[in-house]
């Protein structure tokens, strides 16, 4: 059985129009910088918000449940895997 890895919280982060939002990172971003990654953050509808660390400033955008897990299952399925090619 394959150990799952887990996301990483980003400390000192935070999106001034969600300032209550605990963001996460994945474990394979630069851990010495805050400030080039991809944050999510889990919504109280069991949805998400995603915003980039660069643009504290910026909305972070929102998905649904659905959207999160249709997106999931595409990138575990390669569907993605051109983009970073």
């Known amino acids: ?49 995603i915003a980039s660390t660069r643009e504290p400033d910026r909305k972070p955008l929102t998905y649904d449940a659905g959207e999160v897990r249709a997106f999931i299952q595409g990138v575990a399925a390669g569907a993605f895997d051109g983009l970073t090619a």
Request: charged share 25%; aromatic share 10%.
């Open 1 to 49: 059985m394959v150990d799952k890895i887990r996301a990483v919280r980003v400390e000192g982060y935070r999106n001034e129009h969600t300032p209550d939002a605990e963001w996460y990172k994945s474990p394979f971003s630069n851990p010495q910088h805050v400030d080039d990654c991809v944050a999510f953050s889990p919504l109280p509808n069991g949805g998400i918000a």
